[in-house]
């Protein structure tokens, strides 16, 4: 099955600054590539997601790469908000199997 | 609409008793999930359904569990009998067109074993 691992489990960072997380994955017959953010006592909801024919995509502050020959997508919060301290989960999909990566902390410091 | 709905938000329950949990999708959403989350597992897909029919049920850790969607309004997910190591986060989600959609999620039962 997929194996998909994300890095780095916290990050901490000023508000204003830049944030990365990374996942990799191992089936290269993943085809979707969806984030989500988890704040606390709520379910994870959709923030920006990739599709395998696109190499990055983009929403105001929030970018998502994908590189489809190392097998490794990131995420990319630009001016960081203390709004967005939460738990980022990254996903796999491929053969209607669905894998999160083990999630990571960011805490933006006002 | 008023999203995922899921009851109850938190159990707590002895060790070998029945639990129930209970979902209801975002209507016209065709895909409905159940995960559970842990610390040591993290995020896990448990099963999932397309128009009321289960398509995949691997994730389902053992027998004791089972899930049911009787009508597109309205899913469980049954833990009989529950054990301590059942302790986790359940979450519902549901989709318009599959696992390769927007998955909306529920706020999440917190179901504690003891």
Redesign the interface.
């Known amino acids: 099955g997929e194996n998909v691992e994300q890095h780095p489990s916290t990050l901490s960072v000023q508000e204003g600054d830049s944030a990365v997380i990374k996942c990799t994955y191992s089936d290269s017959a993943s085809n979707y590539f969806p984030w989500y953010k988890q704040e606390l006592g709520k379910g994870p909801q959709l923030i920006i997601d990739i599709r395998s024919n696109v190499g990055e995509k983009k929403d105001q502050r929030i970018a998502v790469t994908l590189n489809k020959t190392a097998k490794h997508f990131s995420l990319h919060i630009t001016e960081t908000q203390p709004e967005d301290s939460a738990v980022y989960f990254c996903a796999a999909y491929n053969f209607n199997k669905f894998y999160f990566g083990s999630g990571t902390k960011l805490n933006v410091k006002p | 609409d008023a999203g995922?709905i899921q009851s109850p938000r938190h159990e707590v329950t002895e060790m070998g008793q029945e639990v129930t949990l209970r979902c209801k999708p975002i209507s016209g959403h065709d895909y409905l999930f159940w995960y559970r989350q842990t610390m040591m597992r993290?995020?896990?897909?448990l099963i999932y359904f397309n128009n009321n029919v289960p398509?995949?049920d691997s994730g389902m850790p053992e027998d004791r569990f089972s899930a049911k969607m009787p009508n597109a309004s309205f899913s469980t997910l049954k833990i009989q009998p529950s054990e301590p190591r059942d302790s986790a986060v359940y979450?519902c989600?549901s989709s318009y067109s599959?696992?390769?959609d927007?998955?909306?999620?529920?706020?999440?039962t917190r179901l504690t074993v003891l």
Do not use: C, K, N, R
Not at chain 2, 42 to 45: D, F, K, N, T, Y
Not at chain 2, 102 to 108: A, D, E, K
């Open positions: 995922v993290g995020l896990e897909l398509i995949d979450f989600a599959g696992l390769s927007t998955q909306y999620f529920g706020p999440g």
